[in-house]
């Protein structure tokens, strides 16, 4: 039998590509619709999951969720309003993103206050999606305590057929988020561990760079 792996000695080098100030736009909204065509262009998986962070009593929780676009200068993407992490972000707003991009060895951090979008801007999504997605919105109390998967299927069967004919209704608890960023780091794999890190950070209302030590 071959020798399991260890933990310890899994490494790689970092060696893509270099992070220089003269390589970013003055603008890190831009920056990030930079590097994240690069990552469509390489064809990564799920380019758009983003590790989303959210505190509730001093405890943060973190989860992916799906970017679903750049707008009004911020980040957004759905979910079920009253889930846990809908809870979290009405308590406190104050969240943080994180992006990676292992093939082009780049992680984006992003922080920032969240806020929900309008009824018209989740509909216009909402009602975007598939049907079958539409429906599991409207069956799923996310993040509620089920007995077992058949309590899922059963209300899932329960309702479904209805929707053959019927139009399904948007949730009011479903909808958008949007995050406006106060910061946003970028970060790219270097060689030796000594890593280009970028950090634009919002100072009364423009955006400051520096460079962090790795
Ligand atoms: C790749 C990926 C994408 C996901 N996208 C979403 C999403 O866009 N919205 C969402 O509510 N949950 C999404 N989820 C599920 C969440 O990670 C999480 O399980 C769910 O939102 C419940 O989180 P909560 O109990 O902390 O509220 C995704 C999970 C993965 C792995």
């Not at 590509?17 to 970013?24: F, G, I, N, R």
């Not at 405890?59 to 009004?72: A, D, F, N, T």
């Not at 109390?141 to 209300?155: C, G, H, I, T, W």
Request: proline fraction near 5%; charged fraction near 25%; include cysteine.
């Amino acid at each position: 039998m071959a020798d399991p792996i260890k933990i310890s000695e899994l490494r790689k080098d970092y060696k893509f590509k270099a992070l220089l100030e003269s390589d970013v736009l003055t603008d890190p909204i831009e920056q990030f619709k930079v590097w994240f065509d690069e990552a469509m262009q390489a064809q990564l998986p799920e380019p758009n999951a983003m590790c989303l962070s959210t505190i509730q009593h001093n405890q943060p929780s973190s989860r992916y969720v799906l970017l679903k676009g750049i707008e009004h200068q911020g980040f957004v993407f759905f979910s079920n309003y009253n889930s846990n992490k809908g809870s979290e972000m009405e308590a406190i707003p104050n969240v943080a993103l994180n992006f990676i991009w292992l093939e082009l060895e780049r992680q984006v951090r992003v922080e920032g206050t969240v806020s929900k979008l309008t009824d018209a801007e989740n509909d216009d999504y909402f009602y975007s999606r598939p049907i079958g997605s539409q429906i599991g919105a409207i069956v799923s109390a996310q993040s509620s305590v089920l007995k077992d998967r058949k309590e899922l299927d059963d209300a899932w069967t329960a309702i479904e057929g209805k929707y053959h004919t019927e139009k399904p209704i948007r949730p009011e608890h479903w909808g958008g988020y949007l995050v406006k960023p106060n910061k946003i780091e970028f970060w790219q794999g270097r060689s030796s561990r000594l890593h280009d890190r970028l950090l634009f950070t919002l100072n009364e209302g423009k955006w400051e760079l520096c460079r962090l030590s790795p």
